[in-house]
């Protein structure tokens, strides 16, 4: 099972460099089209427009602009998003369809943006996974890349369990700062955040992926408040959020 963790391979800064900026992006590659050989892409030009625009504002302000990043919709109704590493970012049709403005799809995209340019996917696999001893002899001693089953095995992880409650925490906080960088309004991740707790209360089957792949809801709505706080947001709130409560 991928997530299995081997004590015997070095975890932290002794696996910092071990994967690089293009063997990084390689490996997203690779699971990029795992994803999209599961679910498919949802073909909407007018979504596929707006979708890549706002990622593209917010990738260009992050802290890794070069990436070479994409934005594209899986075709499932799950209310999910999910980032690959190197920049493949991807949101289901439910997602997309569940958000209401730029600025709510902006920060749905941010935090995955901020996924790829804190370089959570590649820190995963040199910290935590069983296959990082095959990696570090593949990447070490034969320059190769991980097989198509440990891809296959890594997509799997992304959208069944997803990144740890650390990485998700910093991709709230970034996506946050790079949502203000772009020009949307930071205050929307309290009204997606909310939102998705409402709505999970009334469909708990529809959200089921995204809350097995995130911290709880109220974690993250109460560190995202503080956030706000502290950017100088929360004066505002009332009038754009209405019933939220601050």
Known sequence: MIWLVLPLVATG????????????????RQVARELEGKYGLYRDPTLDGRVAA?????????????LPYTFKILNTSEVNAVAAPGGFIYLTRGMVFFLRSDDELAFVLGHEVAHAARRHGAQMIERNFAWSLGLWILIRVLGGDPTAVQIADFARFLITRG???????EADRYGILYMRRAGFDPAASLVVLERLRAEQRREPSQFEVLFRTHPALSERIER???????????????????????
């Open 13 to 28: 800064p002794a696996l910092a460099a071990l994967i690089s900026v293009q063997q990084e992006i390689s490996i997203g």
């Open 54 to 66: 706002v990622g593209e504002r917010l990738a260009a302000v992050s802290d890794r602009p070069d």
């Open 163 to 169: 990144y740890s409650r650390e990485f998700e925490f």
């Open 224 to 246: 995202v408040r503080g956030q706000l706080r502290e950017m100088g947001y929360m004066g505002i709130l009332h009038w754009q959020i209405g019933a939220v409560p601050v």
